[in-house]
């Protein structure tokens, strides 16, 4: 054994200040790792919205043309709605990840490391933010390719909102799991509130269909705010006005859901 | 006990939660090089005490300063002279046993090499190296503990703070785990390590702080404890009341203490002079090792021999 005299403990010296390279890589390869190992990630992140997709598209292909849409493929709203949809559920999964880390104790292990708060946080999030972004990226490709999914506005204003829907999602499930503490609980509410942020925000119905106190709701949801930005690129409605309308919406609620979660996760003993 | 210059100094350290107090008012210096057998009953505080020092539970008063270091005001850099194995054994399930050495590794700052190497020495102290690439959940209890433990030691911190770690061990991991936590100490770093089992505390050679209801009831080295706290005795139950025996004294349940410098002879002794009318339950050799003074210092006052004088005060004038 080396003595722990002659062995520095690691970099318990340095200069303070900026953040530590090597924790925040490890922590953060460590846990993508574990995301790309876990089997349910591809199945339900994107298989399912992919094949709801096939399902839905003639359905709402027949929407948007009462809608006035009358050369619509219907990709128009199967891809974002379901994009987001499964985006959603994401992060409900993200919560119980977060929740499995107290359970195995290992939470207070990191608490207990020499890595900064800051760092953790960067090296649990991270990942799954990477995750959801590359989930909206593989869909809207595949949306693209396999269901003639238009894009008539900007590439630009889509990606910006795929980016801050990301974040914000990743903020949705930490809030979540910091909020909820029993894992039953959060499995219900979690998969309850999915469906209902995707109902609310369009992504299952389309917003011009749906009943009236529903649509007056919407704006609460940050489905609708990506729905609207992804949907004015699709279209070109609005162009990058609309994109960027979305994009500062959805970084303001993921600041108040980051906030929410901070608030909570420093109340725990 | 002041020490010059303390791996860890606790002064004051109280923390309650709700209405229960579990750790009150404690005083404590670890030597560099020292290891400490921490003991204490169930619910004594001993984890309360590890995870206060961890920057876990946040202390209600006292200060707690390791390597110098006030843990208020830079709770990082203490935790970076730290090495910590909760109670709980706490290590991912899906990873493999690498996996999960690197990455407490990584966060305890080690590069590349280091930690290349880190891992290289801790796991065959373990007996980890030909489990190294198996799933943390594939593991036995007693193998996911020695993941476990061995996370905490990479980095060779100065301060160790080992809660219960031959917790499900088998006999061999045990003696492993003991003569590392040997080795670590000659090596400069301040074990504080807690557990139930006495005669451990006896073959690492540890000092020992007894802890009871949140309080340091004695503090010192085994010979120490054992010569102020234990006796040697021999200790008698009957059915029916108790013959007079010379030197006996009788605890509150009716048992007698007799003191004996060789409790095996004066065992023969009292046997052979036993009146036949007397129904002996159970006999006891009590020997003056720690684990007699740990009961002797922890044993429930009313029921101790010493508190004669409590149970007199109870007698109304
Ligand atoms: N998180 C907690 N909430 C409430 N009470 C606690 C908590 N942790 C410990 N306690 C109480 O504090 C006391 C000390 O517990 P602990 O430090 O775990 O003791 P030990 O490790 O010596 O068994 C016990 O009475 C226990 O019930
Ligand atoms: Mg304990």
Request: proline letters at 6%.
């Amino acid at each position: 054994m080396t003595p722990a005299s002659r062995i520095p403990a690691a970099d318990r010296d340095r200069p303070r200040g900026g953040p530590s390279v090597t924790r925040v890589a490890g922590l953060t390869r460590h846990n993508l790792k574990l995301w790309l190992g876990d089997v349910q990630v591809p199945i339900l992140l994107l298989g399912m919205p992919l094949a709801m997709m096939a399902f839905l598209r003639p359905v709402y292909r027949d929407t948007l043309a009462g809608s006035g849409f009358a050369d619509a493929s219907g990709a128009e709203q199967a891809v974002p709605g379901m994009a987001v949809m499964f985006a959603l559920l994401g992060a409900g999964i993200l919560a119980a990840d977060l929740h499995r880390e107290k359970m195995w104790g290992t939470w207070e292990r990191l608490r207990a490391s020499g890595a900064r708060t800051s760092e953790i946080i960067t090296g649990k999030l991270l990942p799954p933010l990477l995750l959801l972004a590359g989930q909206l990226a593989v869909l809207f490709t595949a949306g693209t390719i396999l269901f003639d999914l238009p894009l008539h506005g900007s590439l630009a204003g889509l990606v910006l909102v795929a980016a801050a829907f990301a974040i914000a999602m990743t903020a949705l499930g930490t809030a979540l799991s910091a909020t909820i503490r029993s894992i039953t609980a959060l499995g219900a509410v979690g998969n309850a509130a999915s469906v209902a942020l995707a109902g609310l925000g369009g992504a299952i119905v389309p917003l011009s269909v749906m009943p009236e106190w529903a649509a007056a709701l919407a704006p609460a949801t940050p489905s609708y705010w990506a729905m609207r930005g992804f949907q004015a690129a699709i279209f070109d409605s609005g162009g990058l006005t609309t994109a960027a309308t979305s994009t500062l919406a959805l970084l303001a609620m993921a600041t108040i859901l980051g906030a929410i979660a901070s608030w909570r996760f420093r109340r725990s003993p | 006990m002041m020490l010059a210059d303390p791996v860890l100094r606790i002064r004051g350290l109280r923390k309650a939660y709700g209405g229960v107090v579990a750790v009150d008012g404690l005083d404590l210096d670890l030597a560099r090089g020292e290891v400490l057998g921490l003991l204490g009953h169930n619910g004594a505080g001993k984890t309360t005490l590890i995870s206060s020092v961890a920057g876990l539970r946040r202390p209600d008063a006292g200060t707690i300063t390791i390597d110098g270091v006030d843990l208020r005001r830079d709770p990082v850099a203490v935790r970076r002279r730290l090495g910590l194995a909760p109670q709980e054994t706490a290590i991912y399930p899906d990873a493999t046993v690498h996996d999960n050495l690197r990455v407490f590794g990584a966060l305890a700052g080690l590069r590349r090499r280091a930690l290349r190497r880190a891992i290289e020495q801790t796991a065959p102290a373990f007996g980890l190296d030909a489990l190294m690439h198996r799933r943390a959940s594939a593991l036995s209890g007693g193998q996911r503990r020695r993941v476990h433990t061995a996370a905490a030691v990479l980095h060779r911190p100065p301060l160790l703070l080992l809660d219960e770690p031959t917790v499900g061990a088998d006999v061999a991991t045990r003696d492993a785990l003991l003569e590392l936590v040997g080795d670590l100490a000659r090596d400069g770093a301040g074990v504080c390590y807690s557990t139930h089992y006495l005669p451990e505390v006896e073959q690492l050679g540890a000092t020992v702080a007894v802890l009871h209801r949140g309080r340091l009831l004695a503090r010192g080295t085994t010979n120490e404890l054992v010569a102020t706290h234990a006796s040697s005795a021999v200790e008698l139950a009957f059915d029916g009341d108790p013959p007079a025996l010379p030197g006996a004294t009788a605890h509150a349940d009716g048992r007698l203490r007799v003191p004996a410098d060789d409790p095996a002879a004066t065992a023969a002794q009292l046997l052979s002079r036993l009146p036949a009318d007397a129904h002996l339950t159970s006999l006891a050799l009590v020997r003056d090792d720690l684990e007699g003074a740990y009961r002797a210092l922890t044993a429930d006052p009313t029921r101790h021999p010493a508190s004669e004088v409590d149970r007199h005060a109870e007698v109304p004038a």
